[in-house]
């Protein structure tokens, strides 16, 4: 799995923004632009969750319901980092963020992503959203 750095999450009043990074280090031995990649969230007492996901270009992606509309996800395949926009937060977008490859369709991740064998690496950044 690849190893990635997440960086950017902090602690938000509701209503504001967030920008998330996630760079890989280029370690692992597999090349960034082969994979969708995309973004988790887990939060105390809850499922891990697919939060939104991006094909290799960026033109296919994937965004659970409760935050379209508010984030954005995009990626830059020559820095090797995948980022996401977060607009207009809400308290229950609190948790920690992580992000991982994934060799399938976005279009899964949401499906793929609660699964027990999903596998992630990385620290994560935390985001805590007050009211």
């Known amino acids: 799995q690849m190893e990635v750095v997440e960086s950017g999450g902090g602690l938000v009043q509701a209503g504001g923004s967030l920008r998330l990074s996630c760079t890989y280090s280029g370690n692992s031995g597999l090349i960034f632009e082969d994979y969708a990649m995309g973004w988790i969230r887990q939060a105390p007492g809850k499922e891990r969750e697919g939060v939104s996901c991006?094909?290799?270009?960026?033109?296919?992606?994937w965004y659970a319901d409760s935050v379209k509309g508010r984030f954005t996800i995009s990626r830059d395949n020559a820095k090797n980092t995948l980022y996401m926009q977060m607009n207009s937060l809400k308290p229950e977008d609190s948790g920690m963020y992580f992000c991982?490859?994934?060799?399938?369709?976005?279009?899964?991740?949401?499906?793929?992503?609660?699964?027990?064998?999903?596998?992630?690496g990385g620290q994560g950044t935390q985001v805590t959203v007050s009211s």
């Open positions: 991982a490859g994934y060799p399938g369709t976005p279009l899964a991740w949401g499906v793929v992503v609660p699964t027990p064998d999903f596998r992630y």
């Open positions: 991006s094909d290799y270009s960026g033109e296919m992606t």
